[in-house]
């Protein structure tokens, strides 16, 4: 990678011919320029959502400008899925960068939607006072090593689509066992129980405690749900300013504790299942929504 930190950052696939087009003109112009091309070699990622850089090949980078573009030509040269999913997460990583980072010129912002992006939901989360658990998004053998200094870590996808796995199963599962990982993965500490989900319906919420002995209750479909007569201490009032800023009037998130016992928050979910929960709750779940919906 090439280019001062702080110069325009040019992103998409390395067979993008569009992307190609416009570093070319970059350097028509004499301007400084920042390429990150996603192809059979790509570059070393580590971030921290909460107050960390922007790390691309061991440099913290600053860009005062950004031209994302999703890589589609890797996909139609190979039909491998696995590579689609990898374009994804680059894209859902460095969407999540952006929108953590408004000041950042970049073309058409409205349309990458902060609702669905798992990290910069996390930023939002931490400004409107969630705690979200210490957590790296990096495709870097060496960062995800020493991030946390040996404490136990898990690992789950950018742009959502599978289950949290311990980082070692991840690694195992990986596809390519040296250099960097084909694509940025989402690590985070290790949390304990107790697991709770909240749900936002309008202005009110609905608390309910998952007991599972796996480490993501959907691996199997023997947890345990319990209603909650309230949202934990500290969770209800930020939770619902954290839907009305991403316009969301049905949602539902998800909380685990750290070792101290406080709940951090993991994510927000803007389609959730919720048959169960409703079961739990005997039915006052459906007739919140029924109400929000028949107002």
């Not at 590579?83 to 994804?88: K, Q």
């Not at 870097?140 to 070692?168: E, M, T």
């Amino acid at each position: 990678m090439t280019g001062a930190p702080d110069a325009p950052l040019i992103a998409g696939g390395a067979s993008d011919p569009n992307i190609t087009a416009l570093i070319d003109g970059f350097r028509r112009r004499g301007a400084d320029v920042q390429p990150v091309l996603i192809g059979a070699e790509v570059p070393r990622l580590a971030w921290q959502p909460i107050g960390g850089d922007l790390v691309i090949d061991g440099v913290p980078r600053t860009p005062r400008a950004m031209f994302l573009r999703h890589d589609v030509f890797g996909a139609l040269r190979d039909p491998d899925p696995q590579l689609a999913a990898n374009a994804m997460a680059w894209t859902a990583t460095l969407v999540g960068w952006l929108l953590a980072n408004p000041a950042v010129r970049t073309p058409n912002r409205g349309m990458w939607s902060s609702v669905n992006n798992k990290p910069a939901a996390l930023v939002l989360a931490h400004q409107l006072g969630l705690r979200p658990p210490a957590t790296l998004v990096t495709n870097d053998r060496a960062a995800a090593a020493a991030f946390l200094d040996g404490q136990a870590k898990i690992a789950k996808p950018v742009a959502g689509g599978d289950l949290a796995r311990p980082l070692d199963d991840a690694i195992a599962m990986a596809s390519r066992h040296d250099g960097p990982f084909a694509a940025p993965a989402i690590l985070q500490e290790r949390l304990v129980p107790p697991e709770v989900r909240v749900y936002v319906i309008g202005e009110g919420t609905f608390a309910f405690e998952v007991r599972s002995r796996h480490l993501d209750y959907r691996t199997a479909n023997d947890a345990q749900v319990i209603a909650l007569d309230a949202a934990p201490d500290g969770v209800a009032a930020p939770l619902v300013r954290l839907a009305r800023a991403l316009e969301l009037e049905f949602c539902a998130a998800d909380f685990k504790a750290a070792a101290d016992g406080s709940l951090r928050f993991l994510e927000v979910n803007t389609s959730p299942m919720f048959s169960r929960f409703d079961q739990a709750s005997g039915g006052r779940l459906c007739d919140a929504l029924v109400a929000w919906l028949c107002a």
